[in-house]
Each structure stands twice: as C-alpha cells, then as structure tokens.
T-cell receptor, first 116, second 116 residues
Framework: AQSVTQLDSQVPVFEEAPVELRCNYS??????LFWYVQYPNQGLQLLLK????STLVKGINGFEAEFNKSQTSFHLRKPSVHISDTAEYFC??????????????WGLGTSLAVNP | GAGVSQSPSNKVTEKGKDVELRCDPI?????LYWYRQSLGQGLEFLIY????????KSGLPSDRFSAERTGGSVSTLTIQRTQQEDSAVYLC??????????????FGPGTRLTVT
C-alpha cells in the first residue's frame, strides 16, 4: 500500500519570500509523484509531476520539486511567492505498475497563506 | 474545449435519502475517476473506469455506494441511504492514459453533498 504525508498542514509566508512544502511517501512499489494545487473556490490543477529521469522537475507558476528516492521525499519549492499563490497544495502518488489505472493516493494537503 | 463538468454543484439531502451525482468527462478521455474530499479524511479514491474494462471499486467505502459509466462517457455515482458521514465534496476526474505516460487527470469542480 502507498501513503503520503505532508508534514505541514499550514504554511504562512510573506510575499516574495521562498517557500518549501514538504511531502514524504511510503510505498513498497515504485510510484509516480504529483503536486496539485487548489485555489480558493476552484478545482484541482496539476502543478508538476515526476515520472522518471531528472529528479528536479519544474512546473507551472515558477514551482519546482525534487524527487529524493533515498529519503522518499518530493518537496515543493518556489524561490519567491506571490499573494496569488495562496491555495491548498496536495502531494499525491500513483503506482507505476498498475497498467492504465492511475488512481491517486493523496496527502492531507498544505494550506499556503501568502501575506503582504 | 470543455472541461470536466459535474452536476449538481451543491446537493443538500436528508439522512436516509438516495442521491445521484453526475460527471461528464472530457470528450475522448477513456479513464474516469471518482474521489471524495472531506474534512479530516482529505482526498480519497473511490472508483476508476477505463473503457470497457471492469472498474476498480476498491475505494468505495460501503455497499451503499455504487457507480456506473454509460457508453464510456457519462458517469453517475449513487449513494443510497445517505448518512451524515457521507457529507463531502465529490470530485470527478478524467484522463487519456497512455502506456508510458500517466497523463494528467483533469478534475471537475466537484459536487458538495451535505446530509442533514
């Protein structure tokens, strides 16, 4: 079975400061990794994903994440946040050996609040 | 083109009543997923449909929950004899999976179900 732990439920940060949202996973099989964002009153949107290859992946809106297999982590970072980055961020995994079934196992989310 | 649509957007029902939630996936997407987003539980996988294959029902929380997908397109999630713990936002997602690329799941806006 797979599980995802997002270590911070809430992260307050000032505008233009850097931010890191932490995600660790547990799995007995290899997984793909994802970060989704949910802006207030909007649906879930994919930020970025790690499938294979380079462990540093870049996503939309200036976000990036680094896959660390030894630490089973996939932390999300942005060097300078904006007010508009205020949202709920979800880390998720799906098994690589499940054929076309890409059901996502989710963390509980991190609420990022960017303050002026 | 049009995204994933869900109806109704909000549903208030009395405990013990049956409800039906509808999802219209993106045209041409063969994979369809239902998830539930509730306070304290986060996002949970419910069920997965792929073409004419048998669905993965492993996430359905009880036999009061069922879903069908007609003609490989529209899906309906039915909850019988609703309970207060069924109150949540029910999310539908669709994707067009390939053999090697777990394509992005596109999420609908959700149906907020409140059981009184």
């Amino acid at each position: 079975a797979q599980s995802v732990t997002q270590l911070d439920s809430q992260v307050p940060v000032f505008e233009e400061a850097p931010v890191e949202l932490r995600c660790n996973y547990s799995s007995s099989v290899s997984v793909y990794l994802f970060w989704y964002v949910q802006y207030p009153n909007q649906g879930l949107q994919l930020l970025l994903k790690y499938l294979s290859g380079s462990t540093l992946v870049k996503g939309i809106n200036g976000f990036e994440a680094e896959f660390n297999k030894s630490q089973t982590s996939f932390h999300l970072r942005k060097p300078s946040v904006h007010i508009s980055d205020t949202a709920e961020y979800f880390c998720a995994v799906s098994r690589t050996n499940a054929g076309n079934n890409r059901k996502l196992i989710w963390g509980l989310g991190t609420s990022l609040a960017v303050n002026p | 083109g049009a995204g994933v649509s869900q109806s109704p957007s909000n549903k208030v029902t009395e405990k013990g009543k049956d409800v039906e939630l509808r999802c219209d996936p993106i045209s041409g997407h063969t994979a369809l997923y239902w998830y539930r987003q509730s306070l304290g539980q986060g996002l949970e996988f419910l069920i997965y449909f792929q073409g004419n294959s048998a669905p993965d029902k492993s996430g359905l929380p009880s036999d009061r929950f069922s879903a069908e997908r007609t003609g490989g397109s529209v899906s309906t999630l039915t909850i019988q004899r609703t309970q207060q713990e069924d109150s949540a936002v029910y999310l539908c997602a669709s994707s067009s999976p390939g053999v090697w690329d777990p394509s992005e799941q596109y999420f609908g806006p959700g149906t907020r179900l409140t059981v009184t």
